[in-house]
């Protein structure tokens, strides 16, 4: 555990770093230097294409809204990242499914990782699903068949229920 000046001086400069995320804006609720944990940062974003089911229909969005939760463990323990806007994604879950977020960088977490590599990551993943590894909730799995249906890898790949 790093001791608690560190730790919030190594947020301050990762989240300084992430100002230079083309499209995404960071708002934190917490005062940098408060002992208060999880830190609660609002991460949105626009310009990234993605998709969502709007009456029916699939349909292109370009902006998002989640929620990264940095723990007192932090960086030696992968933050929490909660999806808030709706989504139709094989590895994000919308958020009336618990917007849970499936990427390789959390999946694989060190300490040496930052957020700006968190959240650049996310952004690729929104753009670039992976429909052969869905999160097992029916709208990631629905995703991972429509993907995979789109791309020519036919129903033989298709995950099941």
């Known amino acids: 555990m790093l001791p608690l000046q560190l730790l919030h001086t190594r947020v301050r400069r990762e989240l300084d770093a992430c100002k230079k995320i083309q499209g995404a804006s960071i708002e934190s609720k917490v005062e940098y230097g408060s002992a208060v ?6 991460v949105s974003v626009a310009g990234v294409a993605g998709m969502a ?3 029916g229909a699939v349909i292109e969005i370009d902006s998002h809204r989640f929620i ?5 463990d932090y960086p030696y323990q992968k933050p929490a990242v909660f999806w808030q806007t709706p989504i139709y994604h094989p590895n994000i879950c919308p958020p009336e ?3 849970m977020v ?3 960088l959390l999946n ?18 929104i ?3 992976n429909g052969k ?3 097992g909730s029916e709208a990631c799995m629905d995703a991972a068949r429509y993907i995979l249906e789109r791309s020519g890898n036919g129903s033989e790949n298709s995950p099941q229920h």
Do not use: K, M, Q
């Open 37 to 42: 944990f999880p830190i609660c940062l609002e």
């Open 53 to 55: 089911i709007v009456d």
């Open 68 to 72: 990264v939760e940095i723990g007192r």
């Open 97 to 99: 499914e618990g917007g």
């Open 102 to 104: 499936c990427t390789r």
């Open 108 to 125: 694989e977490w060190r300490g040496e990782r930052t957020l700006y590599s968190l959240i650049n990551a996310i952004l690729y993943l």
């Open 127 to 129: 753009e670039h699903p």
């Open 133 to 135: 590894e869905p999160l």
